[in-house]
């Protein structure tokens, strides 16, 4: 995972985010794989730290970036 030691997160984007990820892990086939879960958690964190609150928003953009990073 990437650095993102100088994010800090109140509790409630904290909370937001963790919602956009477990939804989105949730969208996966099984297994899912944990190179998978570590791309969306660092596209969320990424997403969040540049403002944004919306879980849905959250768990679209990460679910769009793993789709593009599959095919690279």
Known sequence: MKNFADAAFPPETIEI?????DAAVETL???VSTAHVNL????ILR??????R???VLQRIALMELQLSRRT
Not at 17 to 21: G, I, K, N, P, Y
Not at 40 to 43: F, N, P, Q, T, V
């Open 47 to 52: 997403t969040a730290k540049a403002g944004e």
């Open 29 to 31: 086939p099984d297994p």
């Open 17 to 21: 985010m963790t919602t956009a990820l």
């Open 40 to 43: 969306l958690a660092e596209s």
């Open 54 to 56: 919306d879980a849905a």
